[in-house]
């Protein structure tokens, strides 16, 4: 069971948003969530809506899963919202009963934020949808490259961030051995408070440091042996290399960027 | 004319430097006075139980260590500073025993480019040596799979296909198949041989069981930090005695002819089958 764990959450797939380069797409999606805060009325964060949806549609991810990475944020979209309908005033009073007075500003806010984190939410879990956190890690290392001026190891960086990902499964594996020794030893995991419990897990994480020590030191020596001397003079197997489709891509992006600026311009703003 | 790839003259080596060890620290050498050479193309195993100093061997040869006193040449390099110390690594490579420890990307083929990318190769030749080292380890059509979801059997072989990939002429492995059930141990040792068949490169084994050690070209066995026989197998096997005072055992069709008293000279069990058979007077 524990065997089948995959690390992100991608989703296999050969659609357009798959094709993008990562850098692209890393690059994109951030300029994308700040034009989602620059949006000041309801036609500007339609746009971005539309956009999210298009793109949601063209990723192939099933609507399913997207929903399941919104189910998180449930709680602060429903908190935001109760918020803003009471406490943002001004415009037309809707309802007044005792010390509660909604208005027309207060339910037009609350749709309003509510619109927005859902766009940013869909549209940051479209990124890990459609990218493998290896080429994630990837781009983000070329990305980040121009940073090297300010003695910034981007590479050391990515590479602990690789290493990391590629030790998740590891060591889930090992928690469940050492669980099972333990067990079998007559440690008891699952009764008690939670004071009894977060004790109980003395035992357990105590061996998997020690473990995590000693594969560490392992590791290196293996790294070693390779010939792995750090970033300089290393070259990558997988280029990555721009095509049409990320012009197009970036094409687009600037138009929505367009767009919103010139809407915001028009019309009145809610906020 | 044979050639000598790896060479150690009277290498002594001590973990910790005997005058300057706290009290309770173990100041035996790892190893004393060995002096040995694996020539090019050799297939040598490395025999012998645990702490007899096999695998402080193992990690002279690349350099991962330094000898306490005596002299380790890999191709007349001694690996005296880092530099050279990368230079050695580009002929011996290495093999560990746990595979986990030892896979450094999240997909079989970033793992397999990882040694060549270290070098500096060219990304179009790194493709290449990547392929074909997947293909000679019969793993090519795992190579977009993630490694965790692999056997210890493929994942031994990722291993070795990303030591193929960095071309280097020798290759040390050190206990490759301790972790490793059956099937997964009769795998890396099928690739281990094809390698030094077909590909022509040096291997030298790091071992404890007798078996892998049959069909090496010559047998090492270490004993408390030095090498006490070597030979051909058939010499080295048929000195039962010997062995077992090193804490060894011989392969067990060897055994079993022994005690049958067949003879010594009995190394596999198609070799004790046609032995048996015949002292039987029966064909096959």
Request: glycine share 8%; hydrophobic share 45%; aromatic share 8%.
């Amino acid at each position: 069971m524990i065997r089948d764990i995959t690390i992100g959450q991608y989703y296999p797939g050969k659609s357009l948003l798959h094709k993008i380069d990562p850098r692209m797409k890393l690059i994109l999606t951030f300029a994308v969530i700040v034009v989602i805060f620059l949006c000041k009325n309801f036609f500007s964060l339609g746009v971005i809506a539309v956009t999210a949806v298009i793109a949601s549609a063209l990723s192939g991810v099933p609507a399913k899963m997207l929903l399941k990475s919104l189910k998180p944020i449930a709680v602060i979209l429903l908190f935001t919202a109760i918020l803003n309908v009471f406490y943002t005033q001004g415009g037309d009073v809707w309802l007044e009963w005792k010390f509660i007075k909604i208005t027309e500003k207060g339910v037009f806010t609350a749709i309003f934020t509510m619109v927005r984190i859902i766009s940013l939410v869909l549209i940051s879990s479209l990124l890990t949808y459609t990218t493998t956190p290896t080429m994630l890690t990837d781009a983000l290392e070329r990305v980040l490259s121009p940073l090297k001026i300010f003695k910034i190891k981007v590479h050391t960086l990515a590479m602990m961030m690789t290493l990391a990902l590629r030790f998740i499964p590891t060591l889930i594996e090992e928690i469940d051995r050492i669980m099972n020794a333990q067990k079998a030893r007559g440690a008891d995991l699952e009764t008690g408070g939670i004071v009894q419990r977060a004790k109980a897990l003395v035992p357990i994480f105590v061996p998997l440091m020690v473990s995590s020590f000693r594969r560490a030191y392992e590791l290196a020596f293996a790294m070693t042996c390779r010939c792995y001397t750090g970033g300089e003079g290393r070259t990558r197997m997988k280029q990555m290399k721009l095509s049409g489709l990320d012009f197009f891509a970036l094409f687009v992006c600037v138009a929505i960027t367009a767009g919103i600026i010139v809407l915001n311009h028009f019309f009145e703003a809610v906020i | 004319m044979s050639e000598k790839l790896i060479e150690f003259k009277n290498v002594t080596m001590f973990y910790n430097d005997p005058e300057e060890a706290e009290a309770g620290e173990n100041i035996a050498p790892a190893l004393t006075d060995v002096s040995f050479s694996v020539e090019k193309g050799e297939f040598v195993a490395v025999l012998g139980h645990n702490g007899s100093g096999k695998s402080t061997l193992a990690k002279l040869c690349n350099a991962i260590y330094e000898p306490s006193s005596g002299t380790v040449s890999v191709k007349g390099i001694i690996a005296d500073d880092d530099e050279k110390a990368d230079e050695v690594r580009r002929i011996v490579g290495m093999v560990f025993q746990n595979p986990d420890n030892q896979i450094v990307a999240t997909i079989v083929e970033d793992d397999v480019a990882f040694g060549p990318e270290n070098l500096g190769v060219e990304p179009k030749e790194i493709r290449r040596r990547v392929d074909e080292a997947l293909k000679a380890v019969n793993m090519y059509d795992h190579r977009h799979r993630e490694p965790h979801k692999l056997s210890g059997g493929q994942k031994q072989r990722v291993a070795i296909a990303g030591v193929l990939a960095m071309q280097t002429e020798c290759i040390v492995l050190d206990e490759p198949t301790a972790m490793l059930d059956p099937m997964g141990r009769e795998e890396v040792m099928q690739t281990v041989h094809r390698m030094n068949k077909e590909m022509g490169i040096t291997v030298v084994l790091i071992t404890h069981f007798m078996d892998e050690a049959v069909k090496a070209d010559r047998v090492v066995i270490m004993s408390g930090g030095r090498i006490v026989m070597q030979g051909k197998p058939r010499e080295v096997f048929s000195k039962v005695e010997e062995l077992r005072s090193y804490g060894l055992d011989v392969p067990q069709s060897t055994e079993l002819c022994r005690n049958l008293g067949f003879g010594d000279g009995v190394l596999n069990v198609d070799e004790c089958v046609e032995l048996i058979a015949e002292k039987l007077g029966g064909a096959r």
